[in-house]
């Protein structure tokens, strides 16, 4: 039993250490911006129009979230939505390809600030929403590579988690 107490200290004693020093990085950021903590700051954001908010990632659950979807959404709608949700992101319409929508994002410093989590929850509902549109399965996310978002061709498969519907 002694063992058992012994391995399980290590163990999380190694956690708490990965947890603490896995996103230590140059935070080189101007006075002007101002430094999010996680997705969960991002969530809470609000927008004027439109009053949509499609897909949302819970990170406490590690879930997506489904709200109300629209009956007449279109890709337009959701990039606009999503570019209100997240100020900075500045989402871009490249050109649309049989099932998949390309989305260009020129800067990407912002995300920087979110980390691991707070990029997957970004991403995720990027894709999750823009696939929500009739005829979508795909998104290719065109954008400078940064430490936890890489760009890509993505669907819903490439975020494995629950789905709260």
Known sequence: M???????KIVLSFAIFVVCFSCIGDNTSSDNE???DSIAAVSTLEFDA?????WTYDADLDTMVKNTIPADLTIELVIDTLNNRYANAKLKLDKIASDTVFVKIDDVS????????????????????????????????????????????????????????
């Open 110 to 165: 912002f995300l920087q600030q979110y980390g691991t989590t707070g990029n997957y929850g970004f991403m995720s509902e990027v894709v999750f929403s823009l696939t929500e549109v009739p005829d979508v399965n795909y998104v290719f996310l065109d954008f400078e590579e940064i430490d936890h978002a890489s760009p890509g061709l993505y669907s819903r498969k490439n975020f494995e988690n629950k789905i709260i519907p």
């Open 2 to 8: 002694r063992k058992i107490l012994g391995f399980l």
């Open 34 to 36: 101002q430094i999010n």
């Open 50 to 54: 439109p009053k949509v908010t499609l």
